[in-house]
C-alpha cells in the first residue's frame, strides 16, 4: 500500500506535458484497440512505438480490427470487461459508447494539451454534455471525388467550390455515357448530400425527424439521380452501401462522395487524376458535416495516467505528421495538416482550397443515442428508393417510425 500511494504521487506530481517528461516508476503494457485494414498495421504500430521512445517504461500493445468487426466486438469487450486501456472512438459512436471512457477535462488541465490546436469541429464531436472524452487524430468533411480525366474528356470545367446540386446533376449527366456512371451513390450520402442542401433531419429537441418537407425533398434529390435519372448504379444491400469507392477506382463512376481519410486508398488503386470538390449546396449558402476520430481512456482502465501519457503522444504533432505525411489522416492539428496537403494529397487537385472552405462552411453534426440504429436503416432502406419500389418520402417514413 505505502509503494502504491508513493507511485500515486510521484504520478500526480510530474509533468503530463508529453515530450521530454518523465516515464513512471514501473513499467507498463498498455493495450490498444484500433480499427484498419491489414496494410495499417505498420503505420498503428509506428505511432506505438513512438509512445516507447518517449516513455521507454509505457509499451503499447496494437489490437487491430475490421472497421465492421470493431464495433462488433467492441460491446462485446465492455460487457466482458475486457475492453482495452485505449479505445480508439469515431465522433459518430460518441453517444452510444462515451459512458465507457474517462472525461480528459481534468488531464487536460494540468497538461500542455492546448484545445486550440485542433480543429474545433472534431473536438464538438468527441465531446457529450460539455465534458471530453477522446483526443482526435484526424477530421475531414464528407466530400466529392471526382475523376480529372473523365472531366476533361468529356469538356467540362472542374467544380467550383460553391457549385450547386444542378451543376452536379449536369455534369454527372455529362459523364454518365460509353458504360460509365457519372456519379456513384453510397448510403451516407443520403445524410451529407441532404445537410449540404439546407436540409435538416432532427427537430429542435434533438430527436429525428425524417418527414419534414425539407429533408424528404432534399433526399429525393438523391434518390432520383438513381432511380429517374439513371446517373448512378444502384447499391442493392447494406453490405453494398459503400461499393462506390471500388467503382471509382474502376473507373466505372466518374464522381463519389467519401472523405479525406479515404485519399490514400484512393490514390493507390487509380490510374488516373483524382480532384476533390465540395458536396453541392441548394439555393442557400453551402455548410457541410465533418465527423473524425480520436482515442481515449476506458473507464475501467488500472494504467490511466500513462494511458494519457501514450495519448499525448498519439495524438501529438510528431505522430500527426506521420498519419498526414501517409495519407492516412488529415490531422485534426491544425497545424499539422500541411502534412496531408503537401504529403498524401500532393498530386490530388483542389485539396487545400477545398478542405479550407468547406471547415469554414461546417454545421454542427447533430447525433443522439439512436444514431447508429438509423445510420443502419439507411443502409437497410435507401435501396428500395434507389429501385423505385417505394418513393422517398416512404422510405423516410418507414425508418422514422423504427426510431421511437
Given at each position: 500500500?505505502?509503494?502504491?500511494?508513493?507511485f500515486a504521487a510521484a504520478l500526480a506530481a510530474s509533468?503530463?506535458?508529453?515530450?521530454?517528461?518523465?516515464?513512471?516508476?514501473?513499467?507498463?503494457?498498455?493495450?490498444?484497440?484500433?480499427?484498419?485494414?491489414?496494410?495499417?498495421?505498420?503505420?498503428?504500430?509506428?505511432?506505438?512505438?513512438?509512445?516507447?521512445?518517449?516513455?521507454?517504461?509505457?509499451?503499447?500493445?496494437?489490437?487491430?480490427?475490421?472497421?465492421?468487426?470493431?464495433?462488433?466486438?467492441?460491446?462485446?469487450?465492455?460487457?466482458?470487461?475486457?475492453?482495452?486501456?485505449?479505445?480508439?472512438?469515431?465522433?459518430?459512436?460518441?453517444?452510444?459508447?462515451?459512458?465507457?471512457?474517462?472525461?480528459?477535462?481534468?488531464?487536460?488541465?494540468?497538461?500542455?494539451?492546448?484545445?486550440?490546436?485542433?480543429?474545433?469541429?472534431?473536438?464538438?464531436?468527441?465531446?457529450?454534455?460539455?465534458?471530453?472524452?477522446?483526443?482526435?487524430?484526424?477530421?475531414?468533411?464528407?466530400?466529392?471525388?471526382?475523376?480529372?480525366?473523365?472531366?476533361?474528356?468529356?469538356?467540362?470545367?472542374?467544380?467550383?467550390?460553391?457549385?450547386?446540386?444542378?451543376?452536379?446533376?449536369?455534369?454527372?449527366?455529362?459523364?454518365?455515357?460509353?458504360?460509365?456512371?457519372?456519379?456513384?451513390?453510397?448510403?451516407?450520402?443520403?445524410?451529407?448530400?441532404?445537410?449540404?442542401?439546407?436540409?435538416?433531419?432532427?427537430?429542435?429537441?434533438?430527436?429525428?425527424?425524417?418527414?419534414?418537407?425539407?429533408?424528404?425533398?432534399?433526399?429525393?434529390?438523391?434518390?432520383?439521380?438513381?432511380?429517374?435519372?439513371?446517373?448512378?448504379?444502384?447499391?442493392?444491400?447494406?453490405?453494398?452501401?459503400?461499393?462506390?469507392?471500388?467503382?471509382?477506382?474502376?473507373?466505372?463512376?466518374?464522381?463519389?462522395?467519401?472523405?479525406?481519410?479515404?485519399?490514400?486508398?484512393?490514390?493507390?488503386?487509380?490510374?488516373?487524376?483524382?480532384?476533390?470538390?465540395?458536396?453541392?449546396?441548394?439555393?442557400?449558402?453551402?455548410?457541410?458535416?465533418?465527423?473524425?476520430?480520436?482515442?481515449?481512456?476506458?473507464?475501467?482502465?488500472?494504467?490511466?495516467?500513462?494511458?494519457?501519457?501514450?495519448?499525448?503522444?498519439?495524438?501529438?504533432?510528431?505522430?500527426?505528421?506521420?498519419?498526414?505525411?501517409?495519407?492516412?489522416?488529415?490531422?485534426?492539428r491544425l497545424a499539422q495538416q500541411t502534412s496531408w496537403?503537401?504529403?498524401?494529397?500532393?498530386?490530388?487537385?483542389?485539396?487545400?482550397?477545398?478542405?479550407?472552405?468547406?471547415?469554414?462552411?461546417?454545421?454542427?453534426?447533430?447525433?443522439?443515442?439512436?444514431?447508429?440504429?438509423?445510420?443502419?436503416?439507411?443502409?437497410?432502406?435507401?435501396?428500395?428508393?434507389?429501385?423505385?419500389?417505394?418513393?422517398?418520402?416512404?422510405?423516410?417514413?418507414?425508418?422514422?417510425?423504427?426510431?421511437?
Amino acid at each position: 500500500m505505502k509503494r502504491s500511494l508513493i507511485f500515486a504521487a510521484a504520478l500526480a506530481a510530474s509533468s503530463l506535458s508529453g515530450i521530454g517528461a518523465q516515464a513512471q516508476d514501473a513499467p507498463v503494457t498498455l493495450t490498444w484497440q484500433m480499427w484498419g485494414a491489414p496494410n495499417d498495421a505498420e503505420l498503428w504500430q509506428q505511432l506505438a512505438d513512438l509512445v516507447t521512445q518517449q516513455y521507454p517504461d509505457i509499451k503499447v500493445k496494437l489490437q487491430l480490427s475490421g472497421w465492421t468487426d470493431y464495433w462488433t466486438r467492441l460491446p462485446v469487450l465492455v460487457a466482458s470487461g475486457e475492453v482495452a486501456d485505449i479505445v480508439s472512438m469515431q465522433s459518430m459512436r460518441i453517444p452510444n459508447f462515451y459512458s465507457i471512457l474517462t472525461p480528459l477535462d481534468d488531464y487536460v488541465k494540468k497538461s500542455d494539451v492546448k484545445i486550440a490546436d485542433f480543429e474545433t469541429s472534431i473536438m464538438a464531436g468527441l465531446s457529450r454534455d460539455g465534458k471530453l472524452y477522446a483526443l482526435p487524430y484526424d477530421v475531414g468533411p464528407w466530400m466529392v471525388f471526382y475523376n480529372r480525366d473523365k472531366f476533361t474528356a468529356a469538356r467540362l470545367k472542374e467544380p467550383a467550390k460553391d457549385w450547386t446540386f444542378d451543376d452536379f446533376k449536369a455534369d454527372a449527366k455529362a459523364l454518365t455515357k460509353d458504360g460509365t456512371y457519372g456519379y456513384g451513390t453510397q448510403a451516407f450520402d443520403f445524410i451529407a448530400g441532404p445537410v449540404a442542401l439546407g436540409a435538416d433531419y432532427f427537430n429542435a429537441d434533438n430527436e429525428f425527424d425524417l418527414t419534414n418537407a425539407g429533408f424528404v425533398d432534399a433526399f429525393s434529390k438523391y434518390a432520383d439521380l438513381t432511380s429517374k435519372d439513371k446517373l448512378s448504379p444502384v447499391f442493392a444491400s447494406a453490405a453494398d452501401a459503400s461499393a462506390a469507392s471500388g467503382r471509382f477506382a474502376s473507373g466505372n463512376v466518374a464522381m463519389y462522395i467519401d472523405g479525406p481519410w479515404s485519399l490514400i486508398t484512393g490514390q493507390a488503386n487509380v490510374n488516373f487524376k483524382i480532384g476533390i470538390a465540395p458536396l453541392p449546396r441548394g439555393t442557400g449558402p453551402s455548410r457541410f458535416l465533418t465527423a473524425g476520430s480520436g482515442w481515449g481512456i476506458s473507464a475501467t482502465s488500472q494504467h490511466k495516467d500513462a494511458a494519457f501519457k501514450a495519448l499525448q503522444v498519439l495524438t501529438g504533432p510528431k505522430a500527426a505528421e506521420i498519419l498526414g505525411a501517409a495519407g492516412r489522416a488529415l490531422p485534426a492539428r491544425l497545424a499539422q495538416q500541411t502534412s496531408w496537403y503537401d504529403g498524401a494529397a500532393k498530386n490530388v487537385a483542389g485539396t487545400r482550397d477545398t478542405l479550407e472552405y468547406m471547415f469554414a462552411h461546417t454545421t454542427p453534426f447533430r447525433i443522439n443515442e439512436k444514431w447508429n440504429q438509423f445510420e443502419n436503416l439507411v443502409m437497410q432502406y435507401v435501396p428500395l428508393a434507389l429501385t423505385g419500389d417505394s418513393k422517398p418520402a416512404g422510405v423516410l417514413s418507414d425508418i422514422q417510425s423504427q426510431l421511437p
